[in-house]
């Protein structure tokens, strides 16, 4: 047994998803009894599953899901302001030991964090919506650009406008992290075709020139930015390009 890593307290796991049964196992032969574990993975009941059933039962984990970073990863991309003012989902579990949440909620607090409860199956399905459906749309868009490009022999990527530019910054995120997620949260084929049917509506208002319904569906979305901005999720300041 490694003495260094036997006697820490908190053990915090940020890698992709397929590698934490591994971790799990050298985890399970190096941590004291009552150490504390917790992880920063963005589906959890995968998680919940897996640490339930392979994890020392004397060794405790309480997921949480700090809702901040970029499309960059690594120590050269640290950053000390990143968690300041950001939401992180702790999950919620039966038989969990309060004082040990107690110690993961006053963790994240103390650097910066704004701490919500929550259970693993309302997490997964509201970041299906909110972050997974997002990024997989972003991949998607590029991949429809790089089509375009071959198809129309013009170097379309070029001209790129905030729009197709802030989309590409989504989808230079870690593929092998977002393969992890959109391959065990459920909840994204349900938020694919809840997508998908409503592309095809607008698909359908456009192709008939509903001037009425286009001007009635764009104006309902534009509810939605300013209400993210009234909860402070965002700043109102336009964004003409970035320095």
């Not at 530019?165 to 989808?171: E, K, M, V």
């Not at 997620?181 to 075709?193: L, P, V, Y």
């Amino acid at each position: 047994i490694n003495k260094e890593i036997y006697d820490v307290d908190l053990v915090i796991i940020s890698t992709p998803m397929s590698e934490y049964k591994k971790i799990i196992q050298k985890l399970n032969n190096t941590l004291k009894p009552n150490a504390l574990i917790t992880d920063v993975g963005s589906t959890k009941r995968n998680i919940i599953k897996l640490k339930n059933k392979n994890l020392n039962k004397k060794i405790h984990w309480i997921s949480s899901h700090p809702i901040a970073g970029s499309e960059v990863s690594g120590p050269e991309y640290g950053n000390k302001n990143l968690f300041i003012n950001k939401w992180c989902v702790i999950i919620k579990e039966r038989k969990q030991s309060l004082k040990k949440l107690n110690v993961i909620k006053k963790f994240w607090k103390k650097i910066g964090s704004k701490v919500v409860l929550m259970n693993a199956n309302d997490h997964d399905s509201i970041f299906a919506i909110t972050s997974h459906l997002p990024h997989l749309i972003a991949y998607n868009l590029i991949k429809t650009a790089q089509d375009s490009e071959k198809i129309q022999r013009k170097n379309l990527i070029q001209y790129s406008a905030g729009g197709l530019r802030d989309f590409s910054r989504i989808a230079a995120s870690n593929e092998v992290m977002w393969r992890d997620i959109f391959f065990s949260n459920d909840n994204i084929i349900k938020g694919i075709n809840l997508f998908t049917k409503n592309l095809n509506t607008f698909k359908k208002i456009i192709k008939n020139k509903n001037n009425k319904k286009l001007l009635s569906q764009l104006s309902n979305s534009k509810k939605a930015r300013k209400k993210i901005v009234k909860l402070k999720q965002d700043i109102a300041k336009p964004d003409f390009g970035r320095e």
